[in-house]
């Protein structure tokens, strides 16, 4: 199957500072990814659709100001989260598919940011 | 926004025993997908059922779908230890994105 690569898989930062995720789909052009958050033993709540080469679509409740989505190429969208503060700490998975509604997602690994 | 709602939210079973994981969701979908989670991991795919099947298998894995009923239902036969994870149904509807439900943990003890 098609492979999404997210990096890092862990970060910590301090509070105030700025971290940046990436997701890239490695085999294939996504023109659409998705930025998912999930807290502990909980489910994953879509935060946004990265379009590429247009703004990103945010869900309802998801301040855009704080979590900036680039989605600059088809093979890589970006997750910024910005002046960070505790409760943004998460774990954040990207997601990928190839376009048509009847086909598998594919996900990053995750990546776990511990805000202090 | 959560479209489907999985039960149990967690189950624990002896190795060898069947699994079994309930979904219903609450809008019409194109199709409705099963994923595994380990813990703190990402997530793998394991099975997708359009909106026009009623059964899929795949290995020890069987999804039904019930339309009318908006449910869905994962089997996992002969469980391993192994198979302990969380398990997520996750709706798709059109091109929008995949709407996941709250997930079921299990345990399979050997």
């Known amino acids: 199957g098609a492979v999404v690569s997210q990096h890092p898989s862990w970060v910590i930062c301090k509070s105030g500072t700025s971290v940046k995720i990436e997701c890239r789909s490695l085999?294939?052009?996504?023109?659409?990814m998705f930025w998912y958050r999930q807290f502990p033993k909980q489910s994953l709540m879509l935060m946004a659709t990265?379009?590429?080469?247009?703004?990103?679509?945010?869900e309802q409740g998801v301040e855009k100001d704080k979590f900036l989505i680039n989605h600059a190429s088809l093979t890589l969208s970006t997750l910024t989260v910005t002046s960070a503060h505790p409760e943004d700490s998460s774990f954040y998975i990207c997601s990928a598919s190839g376009g048509h509604p009847n086909t598998e997602a594919f996900f990053g690994q995750g990546t776990r940011l511990t805000v202090v | 926004s959560q479209q489907g709602e999985e039960d149990p939210q967690a189950l624990s079973i002896q190795e060898g025993e069947n699994a079994t994981m309930n979904c219903s969701y609450k809008?019409?979908?194109?199709?409705l997908q099963w994923y595994r989670q380990n813990s703190g991991r990402g997530l793998v795919h394991l099975i997708l059922i359009r909106s026009n099947e009623r059964e899929k298998h795949s290995g020890r894995l069987r999804v039904t779908l019930d339309t009318s009923k908006k449910s869905s239902s994962l089997l996992i036969t002969a469980s391993r230890a192994a198979d302990t994870a969380s398990y997520f149904c996750?709706?798709?509807?059109?091109?929008?994105?995949?709407?996941f439900g709250k997930g079921t943990r299990l345990s399979v003890i050997a």
């Open positions: 996750a709706t798709r509807s059109g091109n929008t994105p995949l709407v």
């Open positions: 085999d294939f052009q996504a023109t659409t």
């Open positions: 809008t019409s979908i194109n199709n």
């Open positions: 990265s379009n590429e080469g247009s703004k990103a679509t945010y």
